[in-house]
Each structure stands twice: as structure tokens, then as C-alpha cells.
């Protein structure tokens, strides 16, 4: 595991946060929700690929 991950995990959740924030006050709390399922739709496409990695070489490393 990188560190590059957690930051860019940690960067997607603080743009999330900040957009979440705005637009609640704005008075658009659709569209706030909507940034919010977005965000974590893109967290977990990056941790599936971490994941799926993670198996590949679980896989390579035992010759399966």
C-alpha cells in the first residue's frame, strides 16, 4: 500500500466536503447529496483496483 492512496482518498473526501458544505447553504441539498454518492462511487472504484491488485499478486505469488 501507497501513500499516494490514502491521499488520494483523503483528497476526494475533502473536495466532497467542501462541495457538500456549499451547496447545502445554497439551499441545494440535491444536488449536495448527488456529490456525495459521486465521491464515494469514486473511493470505491479506487480501492476495488487496489483490491483486485492486491489479489493479483496474491495470485501470481502462490502460482494459482
Do not use: P
Amino acid at each position: 500500500m501507497d501513500v499516494d492512496l490514502i491521499f488520494k482518498i483523503a483528497a476526494v473526501g475533502i473536495l466532497v466536503a467542501v462541495l457538500n458544505i456549499l451547496l447545502s447553504r445554497s439551499g441545494r441539498e440535491e444536488q449536495a447529496l448527488m456529490v456525495t454518492i459521486a465521491g464515494l462511487i469514486c473511493v470505491l472504484v479506487i480501492v476495488v483496483r487496489e483490491i483486485s491488485g492486491l489479489f493479483a499478486l496474491i495470485k501470481s505469488l502462490f502460482a494459482l
